[in-house]
């Protein structure tokens, strides 16, 4: 386990350092994920309530940040894009996080227990759960497939939503779930295409580091293929419509010749032109998930198929 950091040197933690342990980046697209799975939902809620509902949802989503950042705080400190985060930069002490991180936690599952209903609260409890110990204290130290399976924690969310609005999961709120675990993995594998010293240098088996960035290349374009069926049969659900069919073909069409590029690709290239097409598909990938879900949203409100 990481070692709990004792707090050194007299900088101290300001409002912004204890947000940035939630992971406010990574909450958005929880908090997004989730208010859409809750809006398109057949079930209508009490505007206050479903806000309430987000809010619980998004606290606990930041309460699994903290203790990501607890648990994480050693190889934090090895990467250049995590050296800064609070733990690692001294400003909060490990403890802290972890205490933070388990008040969110219990605060967050109960409130949401009596907002909407027990079953969405044990579920918001199974995803810290799934998040915390199955994908950080586990898998992702332990195998390349760590963000395949693990990317789940970050797939409940919608269906935690539509848990709110109904009590209970269905097609729709499954296929939400498979169209962001199958996009987990070319978005963090892209990343890690040009961040692989990092995840070396933590010793973090990313696919990248055990198999190289050609297996990744192959990996990216495979899930862009298998991603896609997905995408495409939401939008002949009740949730889904024409606009929506139409923003998921393009931009699956997008994600998919992106892939394709990425394939054809190999480290002399890549390394020549500073990653370009590598970094083009990890920006497209952050539009991919928000545009749908959005395009979701727009056509419940506008009326579907």
């Not at 918001?124 to 586990?138: D, K, Q």
Request: charged letters at 10%; one cysteine or more; hydrophobic letters at 55%.
């Amino acid at each position: 386990m990481a070692e709990i950091n004792a707090y050194e040197g007299p900088a101290e933690a300001g409002f912004g350092d204890y947000v940035a342990l939630l992971k406010p980046r990574v909450m958005s697209l929880v908090v997004f994920t989730a208010l859409a799975g809750l809006v398109v939902a057949p079930v209508s809620m009490n505007p206050f309530v479903a806000f309430c509902c987000i809010l619980f949802i998004a606290i606990g989503g930041g309460a699994s940040g903290a203790m990501n950042m607890w648990y994480d705080a050693d190889i934090d400190a090895k990467m250049r894009r995590t050296q800064t985060r609070p733990i690692p930069a001294g400003l909060i002490q490990g403890r802290e996080a972890l205490g933070l991180g388990i008040a969110l936690s219990v605060l967050s599952v109960m409130m949401l227990g009596l907002a909407a209903n027990w079953f969405a609260a044990g579920f918001l409890a199974f995803t810290i759960f799934f998040y915390v110990v199955i994908y950080t204290m586990w898998l992702k130290r332990l195998t390349p497939q760590n963000i395949v399976i693990g990317g789940a924690a970050g797939s409940f969310p919608p269906m935690v939503g539509w848990a709110c609005a109904t009590g209970g999961i269905s097609i729709e709120s499954l296929l939400m779930f498979a169209l962001i675990f199958f996009w987990t993995p070319p978005h963090f594998w892209a990343l890690a295409l040009f961040t692989k010293a990092d995840y070396s240098d933590a010793g973090v088996p990313m696919l990248t580091v055990t198999h190289g960035r050609t297996s990744a290349r192959r990996h990216i374009f495979a899930y862009t293929l298998v991603l896609a069926p997905f995408a495409l049969w939401l939008g002949v659900t009740s949730v889904g419509g024409p606009l929506y069919m139409g923003v998921a073909v393009v931009l699956n069409v997008l994600f998919i010749h992106g892939g394709w590029k990425i394939l054809r690709r190999d480290d002399a290239a890549a390394e020549a032109d500073g990653y370009k097409v590598e970094r083009q598909f990890f920006k497209l990938s952050l539009y991919y998930t928000f545009l749908h879900f959005l395009a979701l949203m727009v056509q419940h409100w506008v009326g579907g198929w």
